[in-house]
Nanobody, 116 residues
Framework: QVQLVESGGGLVQAGGSLRLSCAPS????????MGWYRQSPGKQRELAAT???????QYAASVEGRFTISRDNAKNTVYLQMNGLKPEDTAVYYC??????????WGQGTQVTVSS
Protein backbone atom coordinates (compact mmCIF):
# COMPACT_ATOMS: atom_id res chain seq x y z
CA GLN A 1 0.00 0.00 0.00
CA VAL A 2 1.48 3.32 -1.09
CA GLN A 3 1.62 5.95 1.62
CA LEU A 4 2.44 9.65 1.58
CA VAL A 5 5.37 10.59 3.77
CA GLU A 6 5.58 14.11 5.14
CA SER A 7 8.62 15.81 6.63
CA GLY A 8 9.75 19.24 7.78
CA GLY A 9 7.46 19.96 10.69
CA GLY A 10 8.72 21.17 14.04
CA LEU A 11 8.77 23.95 16.60
CA VAL A 12 9.47 27.52 15.49
CA GLN A 13 9.07 30.98 16.97
CA ALA A 14 6.50 33.39 15.63
CA GLY A 15 7.79 35.07 12.50
CA GLY A 16 9.92 32.08 11.57
CA SER A 17 9.79 29.75 8.59
CA LEU A 18 9.40 26.06 7.89
CA ARG A 19 9.33 24.02 4.69
CA LEU A 20 7.19 20.91 4.51
CA SER A 21 7.75 18.14 1.98
CA CYS A 22 5.58 15.19 0.99
CA ALA A 23 6.34 12.28 -1.31
CA PRO A 24 4.77 8.86 -1.86
CA SER A 25 6.51 5.72 -0.61
CA UNK A 26 5.91 4.08 -4.00
CA UNK A 27 4.58 4.84 -7.45
CA UNK A 28 1.32 6.72 -7.90
CA UNK A 29 0.23 7.19 -11.47
CA UNK A 30 -1.60 10.14 -12.96
CA UNK A 31 -1.53 12.47 -9.96
CA UNK A 32 -3.62 15.55 -10.58
CA UNK A 33 -4.05 17.87 -7.61
CA MET A 34 -1.67 17.97 -4.66
CA GLY A 35 -2.48 19.84 -1.49
CA TRP A 36 -1.80 20.62 2.12
CA TYR A 37 -4.48 20.60 4.79
CA ARG A 38 -4.21 21.33 8.49
CA GLN A 39 -6.08 20.50 11.66
CA SER A 40 -5.83 22.32 14.98
CA PRO A 41 -7.05 20.77 18.25
CA GLY A 42 -10.83 20.91 18.48
CA LYS A 43 -11.23 22.12 14.90
CA GLN A 44 -12.08 20.48 11.60
CA ARG A 45 -9.42 19.78 9.02
CA GLU A 46 -9.16 22.72 6.62
CA LEU A 47 -7.50 23.41 3.31
CA ALA A 48 -4.27 25.39 3.43
CA ALA A 49 -3.16 25.25 -0.20
CA THR A 50 -3.53 23.20 -3.36
CA UNK A 51 -1.75 23.02 -6.69
CA UNK A 52 -2.98 21.39 -9.89
CA UNK A 53 -0.90 19.43 -12.37
CA UNK A 54 -0.82 22.57 -14.51
CA UNK A 55 0.54 24.67 -11.65
CA UNK A 56 -2.59 26.57 -10.68
CA UNK A 57 -2.54 27.32 -6.97
CA GLN A 58 -5.22 28.03 -4.40
CA TYR A 59 -4.70 29.30 -0.85
CA ALA A 60 -6.80 29.74 2.23
CA ALA A 61 -7.26 33.43 3.01
CA SER A 62 -5.48 32.95 6.34
CA VAL A 63 -2.21 31.86 4.67
CA GLU A 64 -2.32 33.86 1.41
CA GLY A 65 0.86 35.86 0.99
CA ARG A 66 2.77 33.89 3.64
CA PHE A 67 2.68 30.29 2.37
CA THR A 68 3.82 29.03 -1.05
CA ILE A 69 2.91 25.63 -2.44
CA SER A 70 5.00 24.05 -5.18
CA ARG A 71 5.50 20.63 -6.74
CA ASP A 72 8.12 18.57 -8.52
CA ASN A 73 6.27 16.36 -10.96
CA ALA A 74 9.35 14.27 -11.74
CA LYS A 75 9.58 13.29 -8.08
CA ASN A 76 5.83 13.34 -7.32
CA THR A 77 6.68 15.64 -4.43
CA VAL A 78 4.78 18.62 -3.04
CA TYR A 79 6.24 21.34 -0.87
CA LEU A 80 4.81 24.01 1.40
CA GLN A 81 7.07 26.95 2.21
CA MET A 82 5.69 28.70 5.28
CA ASN A 83 6.99 32.15 6.14
CA GLY A 84 5.86 34.66 8.74
CA LEU A 85 4.45 31.88 10.90
CA LYS A 86 1.92 32.80 13.56
CA PRO A 87 0.81 30.90 16.68
CA GLU A 88 -2.55 30.31 14.98
CA ASP A 89 -0.73 28.30 12.30
CA THR A 90 -0.07 25.64 14.93
CA ALA A 91 -1.65 22.42 13.65
CA VAL A 92 -1.02 18.99 12.25
CA TYR A 93 -0.37 19.41 8.53
CA TYR A 94 -1.46 16.69 6.11
CA CYS A 95 -0.62 16.29 2.45
CA UNK A 96 -3.07 14.90 -0.05
CA UNK A 97 -2.67 13.66 -3.61
CA UNK A 98 -5.56 12.99 -5.94
CA UNK A 99 -5.40 10.94 -9.12
CA UNK A 100 -7.12 11.07 -12.48
CA UNK A 101 -8.63 7.65 -11.74
CA UNK A 102 -10.46 8.93 -8.65
CA UNK A 103 -8.29 7.92 -5.72
CA UNK A 104 -7.12 10.09 -2.85
CA UNK A 105 -3.99 9.51 -0.82
CA TRP A 106 -3.32 11.16 2.54
CA GLY A 107 -0.22 11.41 4.67
CA GLN A 108 -0.04 10.65 8.39
CA GLY A 109 0.51 14.30 9.26
CA THR A 110 3.38 16.36 10.59
CA GLN A 111 3.14 18.64 13.62
CA VAL A 112 3.87 22.34 13.24
CA THR A 113 4.04 24.33 16.47
CA VAL A 114 4.55 28.10 16.48
CA SER A 115 5.44 29.68 19.81
CA SER A 116 4.64 33.30 20.61
Amino acid sequence: QVQLVESGGGLVQAGGSLRLSCAPSGNIFMITTMGWYRQSPGKQRELAATITSGGTTQYAASVEGRFTISRDNAKNTVYLQMNGLKPEDTAVYYCRMSTAWGSDFWGQGTQVTVSS
